[in-house]
């Protein structure tokens, strides 16, 4: 280092000694604007590269992985569909089924994008706008419902619902899922609802307004965005959902949602990987596609959450 | 609580409003009748949030802890009534004089505060990497969250698929470029020997795979606080030091660092918490195997496996307890600390 910096000074030296000495600044800034880039390439390739794998897996046949399990890419005539054929059809037939698990998923995350607005919109309004006893240990009671670990509510969930047989069940699932999500949800959009100032509400109810009419009418469409972020942030988490849809719904192939699907189909062997992960990229693709549309509108909506948790 | 504050200062900032007007009774002074419909209105709306979370989440927790000190399986659940009749105090010595669950609750230690760790560092390094703009950061922020939104199933399924011994592409490779000698049982040996400058080291193979694989999923969580934090620092405090001569690590160290830790802290608190009680992420990549068995796997295991519905609810509630106990002597500690900032 030091000779290199004699020698850069002694070539440079007519330009302007001051400028181009090799300071501490001067290689740091240097370092750090090559790392920089280094860095960024790097983080672009372990984020990116597992899903560019599952899509680049799920369209190759099975004997070309095994004779060459390195190829980065595919060649266009060698792109094999016939996997997502496989996946998705029924059992009957030959395929996995994936057509009845995403009805499933679908009708879970749905289900529990609707119930969980409709009890949680209310609930955030009373706690952003209206005081009334207890508001603030529902509160703290929220947060605690949201920092607990779910393993110690499945022993309980699994085991009552298995005594009264509702085990198995989607909507005894759905009734979990909401329970759970309802306080994150309430938090999120309680942060949106402080921001809208009071005094428009105020002046509806000069003009007449109910309390019911102004949340209808004033506070719902200015929150739309929020209960829009909302909702694809609580459909993540249902679609993504693993733990409970495997405690319940396991016994029951017919009742199987993508993601227990795919967890329980990876461990045979009868079934080629590339099916599966035309499965994976079946479970995925729904998610990146919420995600890109609405990226702005989830971040922002999920650091308002946390922030002031 | 932070959320009034801001409420309030967010509502009076309102130029037009003719009356500053905070939240609730604190501002406007409402008659009592109003007030009482406020009330009442309140409770209306918050009672369907309030009966579900009672009815599934607060008496089950409490049912757990009936739950944990009888002897009781899925088998003989049938007989019994809902509050049960013998109780005994079985489980928990079960619980603390086997060897397996202290293991396990090492590993669970091990996991979630390397796992931490290592997700806010990255997620830091990503923060730092992004914070100035440039021609598609856009796409490279959106790319890093993507594993944190990916479907864990997917994600789980994909490393296992790239790690596999026989036909993964990280092996091939790895025996191709890197000059591994054979391919590596990333998630089903639980120690291997490597020698690192000539000295022999027992590594927990499977246990770092998972720890990484939870950094990798993770760090977008970090990285997305960070950043909004990063972006909310006033420029001139850089610029300023810039103008004294800090070089770079030098800024980072004085001026950025100390801007971050009240961050940094809370995320380490909301990670620990989260990485304590994950059960996905090892389940889906060993199944607890090959020394990764955390707790929440133990105790899904004894459920579902045994049917041992006492020992499961005892564990979960030792695990549960232990983890009460070192968020609360975390917060005594920094909490006085982030209200200053």
């Known amino acids: ?309 | 609580m932070s959320p009034d504050r801001e409420g309030r200062t967010a509502a009076s900032a309102e130029p037009a409003s003719p009356g500053p007007a905070p939240r609730g009774t604190t501002g406007r002074k409402p008659g009592p009748s109003l007030r009482r419909s406020d009330a009442r209105a309140g409770l209306v709306l918050i009672s369907p949030t309030l009966v579900i979370v009672v009815f599934m989440v607060v008496l089950p927790i409490l049912w757990t802890v009936l739950l944990a000190f009888q002897p009781l399986s899925l088998l003989t659940l049938a007989n019994t009534g809902l509050l049960g009749t013998d109780y005994t105090l079985e489980n928990f010595r079960t619980v603390v004089t086997e060897s397996g669950f202290v293991g396990s609750l090492v590993t669970t230690l091990l996991y979630s505060v390397l796992g931490t760790g290592s997700a806010i560092v990255v997620g830091l390094v990503a923060a730092l990497a992004v914070r100035h703009a440039f021609r598609g950061r856009t796409f490279v922020r959106a790319a890093m969250l993507l594993p944190y939104v990916a479907p864990v199933v997917a994600a789980t399924f994909v490393w296992r698929t790239m790690l596999d011994p026989q036909f993964g592409i990280v092996n091939h490779w790895g025996t191709r470029l890197l000059g591994w000698d054979e391919p590596v049982a990333f998630l089903t040996q639980s120690s291997s020997e490597i020698s690192l400058i000539g000295i022999e080291l027992s590594v927990p193979t499977a246990l770092l795979t998972v720890i990484a694989f939870e950094a990798w999923r993770s760090f977008p969580f970090a990285f997305l606080f960070l950043m909004a934090r990063i972006q909310a620092i006033p420029a001139t405090l850089e610029e300023a030091a810039r103008v004294d001569g800090a070089t770079p690590t030098q800024r980072f160290r004085y001026v950025l660092l100390p801007q971050l830790l009240p961050t940094i802290a809370v995320l380490s608190i909301l990670r620990f918490i989260w990485t304590f009680n994950s059960f996905d992420d090892i389940y889906l990549l060993t199944g607890g195997g090959a020394g990764t068995e955390v707790v929440s796997v133990r105790v899904f295991n004894y459920l579902t496996a045994r049917g041992d519905i006492g020992l499961a609810s005892a564990q979960a509630l030792v695990l549960a307890a232990i983890l009460a106990v070192l968020v609360g002597v975390y917060l005594r500690r920094f909490a006085p600390q982030e209200e200053k900032t």
Do not use: H
Request: proline share 4%; aromatic share 12%; hydrophobic share 50%.
């Open chain 1, 1 to 309: 280092m030091a000779t290199e910096a004699r020698q850069d000074r002694s070539q440079d030296s007519w330009v302007a000694p001051q400028a181009r000495r090799w300071t501490r600044d001067r290689v740091e800034n240097r370092v750090f604007g090559v790392l920089r880039w280094v860095v960024i390439a790097g983080f672009l390739i372990a984020t990116l590269f597992p899903f560019y794998y599952m899509g680049l897996l799920s369209i190759r046949g099975l004997d070309e992985v095994i004779q060459d399990p390195g190829a980065l890419w595919v060649s266009p005539s060698e792109v094999n569909l016939n996997t997502y054929t496989s996946v998705l059809s029924s059992p009957d037939s030959g395929g996995q089924g994936f057509l009845v698990f995403m009805r499933n998923s679908a009708l879970i995350a749905f289900g529990t994008v609707g119930l969980t607005l409709l009890v949680a919109l209310p609930g955030a309004y009373a706690v952003s706008r209206l005081e009334f006893f207890g508001r603030r240990q529902i509160s703290v009671l929220f947060l605690a419902v949201y920092l607990f670990p779910s393993i110690l509510l499945a022993v309980p969930l699994f085991v009552f619902f298995t005594r009264i047989g509702l085990r198995g069940s989607l909507s005894g699932l759905l009734i979990v899922y909401v329970s759970q999500i309802v306080a994150v949800s309430i938090y999120m959009l309680r942060n949106y609802f402080d921001t809208i100032p009071q005094s428009l509400e105020e002046s509806a109810a000069l003009d007449g307004c109910t309390r019911l009419g102004v949340m209808w009418r004033i506070s719902l469409p200015l929150a739309m965005p929020a209960i829009v972020a909302n909702g694809l942030f609580v459909f993540m988490i249902a679609w993504n959902e693993f733990l409970f849809a495997l405690l319940f719904l396991v016994e029951e192939r017919e009742k199987w949602t993508v993601s227990l699907g795919l967890s329980q189909l990876a461990g045979s062997i009868e079934i080629p990987t590339t099916v599966l992960m035309a499965g994976s990229v079946i479970l995925t693709v729904p998610i990146i596609v919420i995600f890109f549309a609405s990226e702005r509108l989830l971040t922002e909506g999920l650091t308002a959450g946390a922030e002031k948790g």
